[in-house]
């Protein structure tokens, strides 16, 4: 499987990005997660859905941030709202057999997209 991440840029703070995840390859079943690392800090775990759609959300996203899936194009899309300056990072997609938080449960990764919010 692999993970392409799109979507990235520059926005100003209160602004909207949509990040795509497009996998090539079966992810049928699988979880699919979105993780950020800001400058000099650890990867964490933003969102994640299962194949049937369920979301899961850590709480600094919660009700900003909206994860989806695209089963036509076999991607997850991740619809940021209300984005602020700690939002900036670079955005990871994953994916994983079940739902978890933990980064090294993650079997794929893409390569990531950089979101900056400026203030």
């Known amino acids: 499987v692999q993970l392409q991440a799109s979507g990235g840029g520059l926005v100003q703070t209160g602004g909207s990005l949509r990040l795509s995840c497009t996998a090539s390859?079966?992810?049928?079943?699988?979880?699919m997660g979105w993780f950020r690392q800001a400058p000099g800090k650890e990867r964490e775990f933003v969102a994640a859905i299962s194949w049937g759609a369920t979301p899961y959300y850590a709480g600094s996203v919660k009700d900003r941030f909206f994860i989806s899936r695209v089963y036509a194009k076999n991607a997850v899309d991740l619809q940021m709202n209300s984005l602020k300056p700690e939002d900036t990072a670079v955005y990871y997609c994953?994916?994983?057999?079940?739902?978890?938080?933990?980064?090294?449960?993650?079997?794929?990764w893409g390569q990531g997209t950089l979101v900056t919010v400026s203030s």
């Open positions: 390859g079966r992810i049928d079943g699988s979880y």
């Open positions: 994953a994916t994983s057999p079940r739902f978890t938080t933990t980064l090294n449960e993650y079997h794929y």
